[in-house]
């Protein structure tokens, strides 16, 4: 798989020095272990959290780096008193206010600490000190998408895989349209894979409440970004099912339609939606891809449509998602 374009934003959000984001709490060696998490106690520390307890560090036993994030690392971590394995985002308020991101960071909590879906990674709550922003967030044991798809065969999923995935994240974008949040940087980057083939969006960072509906800025990942975003204008939640589209190529093809050797190729061919299928991606699958990948926002698939698709349904009868 070719080195993915780096996000696109009319704004600094995403250029973080990789130096600010080595630094972070140390690894408490021997005090963690990922097999030793507890699941009954999930409900119990997000009550904890919804009731306003004041977490500190001093609560945690902090293990392994588990991924970087825009402003700092995500550890594995361990609340002392019930064993609850967590991942714990560590965000750097030097960094964030270098790059003028305090309302980035605001705007992920705040949609995230909400969402209650079996698709969305939890948030349990969040702490700071003078120094670092804490959110404590659902552990995903298998790590990222993009981390699963390179290790498949010929890096990309089955047709059943794929379909599985593509309906279950279906399923969390339409809950989060109904709570008028726009995703708005769906890719295998930003899902997490669970236990039993379930799969979690996990990263809240350019999501939006849209009350208007229409929002202008652009940000998201360059081979995801969908026409009415490449050519400057107003977009809505329908930015998601384009992402979508993108997003169930790539699991069957190992990357992403639209991509190109340069960044105006890629442009280009967004704008016009030119793309080709491989001869072995089957013909439920391509009618699917192409009825989300059309540059008019109001002619894609609705969700609901996509969970119904046959290609869906034939692969999904039997495993759909809560």
């Not at 999930?42 to 588990?66: H, M, N, V, Y």
């Not at 361990?78 to 965000?91: C, D, N, T, W």
């Not at 003078?130 to 890096?155: D, F, H, M, W």
């Not at 979690?200 to 960072?205: L, T």
């Amino acid at each position: 798989m070719s080195q993915r374009k780096a996000p696109v934003c009319q704004n600094k959000e995403n250029n973080v020095p990789r130096a600010a984001a080595k630094k972070g709490p140390p690894a408490q060696k021997g005090a963690l272990s990922e097999n030793k998490a507890q699941k009954g106690a999930a409900s119990d520390t997000a009550q904890e959290s919804s009731k306003g307890r004041r977490w500190t560090l001093a609560d945690f036993d902090i293990g392994k780096p588990l991924g970087r994030g825009k402003f700092g690392n995500v550890y594995l971590a361990r609340e002392k008193q019930s064993k609850f394995v967590v991942a714990l985002k560590v965000l750097f308020k030097s960094a964030i206010k270098d790059f003028n991101n305090e309302h980035q960071v605001r705007r992920e909590i705040e949609i995230q600490s909400h969402l209650r879906h079996n698709n969305i990674l939890r948030m349990y709550g969040y702490f700071h000190d003078e120094s670092r922003v804490y959110i404590i967030l659902e552990y995903a044991p298998n790590g990222t998408c993009y981390k699963a798809l390179q290790a498949a065969p010929n890096r990309r999923f089955p047709e059943e895989t794929c379909a599985r995935y593509i309906r279950q994240i279906a399923d969390a974008l339409s809950y989060c349209h109904t709570k008028k949040v726009i995703h708005r940087d769906i890719k295998p980057e930003n899902l997490l894979l669970c236990a039993q083939g379930q799969i979690k969006i996990a990263d809240f960072g350019w999501s939006v409440h849209a009350p208007s509906s229409r929002r202008t800025t652009l940000c998201g990942t360059l081979d995801y970004l969908p026409p009415e975003m490449v050519v400057g204008q107003t977009h809505n939640e329908k930015v998601d099912l384009w992402s979508l589209g993108v997003l169930c190529f790539e699991f069957l093809t190992g990357k992403p339609p639209f991509e190109a050797p340069t960044f105006e190729e890629t442009y280009r061919n967004i704008s016009k939606a030119y793309y080709k299928f491989p001869p072995y991606v089957s013909e439920g699958a391509q009618d699917l891809i192409r009825k989300l990948l059309v540059v008019n926002p109001n002619e894609r698939l609705e969700l609901s449509q996509v969970m119904k698709h046959p290609w869906i349904v034939s692969h999904t009868e039997e495993k759909s998602s809560q």
